[in-house]
């Protein structure tokens, strides 16, 4: 039989929190000293006198301590016996501080269409100190987001990630769905707001292909202040409709770029004319869904073209 | 005239020109992997394992009938899920495009089904896939798939002229 144990108010608590415990020598233990001496220790520090040490009936000592505030996140709570003149270990607790998880912040989510998953991410809040579990919780649901229909398997991300990926699968497409992320550690649970979303309508785009398009070959003479340009769809998104925009610029220093009115999906090619002749231009595009919601591809890599 | 929100029109012919992009997909896949390149020569195989065919009457061009078109688009989307469905493992190569093909599919009916149900014209009972299809050989079923592959495109062009004249100008 163990010689002590402690027994204590927790093993996990907050920051600054009062700490409780108490290390009985059982009486097997005591005859070994009539009067057992019971010391402390938190973490290397011996705690002088800080114990309240009693006789029980039954010939056991108990000591009981109170640490007003628990100011290390990580440490050992050590119970000791001093007998001639050592000190022998008889038991210790871990113990942990830290806070409850704050609410999670800043949840937003894209739908990817390479890998056909709906990618969410997070503000997780202040570091805890403790062990914290965040997990992307969502259900299917329909019109502003009222009702609670199918629910979707949890996301769990891999550790220490702030997001997360709902595979294709899961998903219901061109339907609304509710998303929130949930932080839990032993202290206490919160959620994020809610997020309602068709994952159709957060598509993030890849930027179309720009290259460089032939003057008619009826014109007799190119003009010299035009450039010809054609484009693709980033491959994924052919079947969405969407509106680009066209900027372009002169190889010349602090040049600022020009932006052409947006241009439908459906007409692929351009002549960009009132340059200046002679002159290399770098020319960009992006795309956006469109009428449908979506999100604004980033900007093309620059195409160089040269007017004549 | 059927109240349909012009986002609803739309978003149903992005998902058709989605689920017809992959149905061509899972199509050149089939003819690159099985050499069945001509699904009119599997007519005859059809009837002999009572394919069904979706007849899409209440969209046709002459006659357009919006209730009765939405309620055939979504009757033969299950159909059609439910012939996906008994193709799935019906190869390393087309499994992929065949999953999210059938994905996709439900997703489309999915769509359609709740926008009768918000009109009050969805049908009092939802159709249902039917009997799923079985097979006797590898053959049968990659071949059933290069038929549903290409009735599932002119299922779908049918539709898509049929949404676009409901998406009006």
Redesign the interface.
Known sequence: ENCGHISISAHVMRLGDPVTASCTVTQSCSHLDPEPQILWKLGAELLQHRGRQQSHPDGSQKSTITLPHLNSTHTFLLCYLNWSNSLQLLDQAELWAGYPPAMPSNLSCLMNLTSNSLICQWEPGPDTHLPTNFTLKSFKSRGDCQTQEDPIKDCVPAAGQSSCSIPRKHLLLYQNMVIWVQAENALGTSLSPQLCLDPMDVVKLEPPTLMALDPNPEMALPQPDCLWLRWEPWKPSIYMDQKCELRYRPQLREASWAQVAPLPSSTTRYELCGLRPATTYALQMRCIRWPLPGHWSTWSPSLELQTT | PLPLPR?FV??C???A??V??EAVEMQQKLCATYRLCHPEELTLLGHSLSIPWVPLKGCSSQDLQPTRCLRQLQAGLVLYRGLLRALVGISPELSPTV??LQ??VA??A??IW?QME?LGTAPAVQPTPGTMLTFTSAFQRQAVGAMVASQLQCFLELAYRALRYLRGP
Request: proline share 0%; no cysteine.
């Open positions: 986002s739309l978003k012919l992005e998902q020109r989605r017809q992009a999953d999210t994905l996709d997703d489309f999915t769509t709740q918000d």
